[in-house]
């Protein structure tokens, strides 16, 4: 039996006939950047993230940076940024021209550490970016403390969050703002690249929403310097029939980590994933570790199971940035890096593909 990592086609065939009408609709307006979709969407966006306002903008790497430009955050600036991320993260700093900093994860979550935030800082440390990993958020309330005490930006890199709560509350309930990326394989997905932004810090958001499109307050007169980083009508069209089904898929995510957690057995050889008390993950990702990862990932492709590797190095390890200077041993971020294994989860998953998961895993990990 094969079981993929994922299969956006499934997805696809169910709300085939919602998507065609949205696409038909947009193609007969002819109104393709900007305009009503994109801002029905950033409504409909920001309501489900109870958060105020929502800017959507054209990925979440560019999300990103215009939370980061819209702060006024820029050369000779650090910004303190997790290990163990997707490289974007750390992208978004250099590209706005400060410098990041990294810090070690916590070994539960993979997410950032307070105790390493505190010791990243510099005189220099203008803001932190906290990486929602995996679908789970990260341990707010030391972070959001220590920017607060040290009068720093906090920014949410919700890219694989979409809906996951700690204590109840969802991403850019802390910070200033939480980016989103709605790249095809996350949580939502778009057909093609989009993102959003969504928060409390109205100002910076309506920075961020000029800075989006040319820094244009209106047509031909530009306020600020800007970047061409708009969400196009058609994705967003596609993101509006998507968000409609993402509770229930959402929901079948749940049921099938639950089933995983329940089913596979820890042993020395596999770790599941932990769950702290208070935390309502989104699984965009369902990461076991193990010391011999690359055999239990070849066991895996050997009965038909495709895996992923979520991150194989840590950020500070990256050719692109190692040379950008001093790279402190991070070990709890190298070590994930050397560890980490992500199982197939999405939501059109079929129970057979599940159960065989788990007896190879299990076959595997009590050998
Ligand atoms: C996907 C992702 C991004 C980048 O999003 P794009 O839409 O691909 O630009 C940033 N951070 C994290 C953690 C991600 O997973």
Known sequence: MNVPFNDLKLQYADIRGEIDAALRQVVAEQQFIGGEEVEAFEREFAAYSDAPVCVACASGTDALMLALAALGVGPGDDVVVPAMTFVATAEAVAHVGARPVFADVEDDRGTLDAAALERSLTPATRAAIVVHLYGQIADMEP?????????????????????????????????????????????????????????????????????????????????????????????????????????????????????????????????????????????????????????????????????????????????????????????????????????PLFPELREAQMAHVVETVNSWSKA
């Open 143 to 343: 972070i959001a403390a220590l920017c607060r005490r040290r009068g720093l930006w906090l920014i949410e890199d919700a890219a694989q969050a979409h809906g996951a709560t700690w204590q109840g509350r969802p991403a850019g309930a802390w910070g200033e703002c939480a980016a989103y990326s709605f790249f095809p394989g996350k949580n939502l997905g778009a057909y093609g690249d989009a993102g959003a932004l969504v928060g409390r810090n109205s100002e910076a958001l309506r920075r961020a929403a000029l800075l989006r499109d040319h820094g244009r307050r209106q047509k031909y007169l530009h306020d600020l310097v800007g970047y061409n980083a708009r969400c196009d009508a058609l994705q967003a069209a596609i993101l509006r029939v998507k968000l409609r089904h993402l509770p229930r898929w959402t929901e079948r995510r749940r049921a099938i980590a639950d089933h995983y957690r329940q089913a596979l057995t820890e042993t020395e050889r596999v770790r599941l994933p932990r769950v702290p008390a208070g935390s309502a993950p989104v699984w965009h990702l369902f990461t076991l570790r193990s010391p011999q990862r690359d055999a239990l990932r070849a066991h895996l492709e050997r009965a038909g199971i495709a895996t992923g590797i979520h991150y194989p190095h840590a950020v500070h390890q990256q050719p692109a940035f190692a040379a950008r200077g001093r790279t402190p041993s991070l070990p709890v971020a190298e070590r994930i890096a050397q560890t980490t294994l992500s199982l």
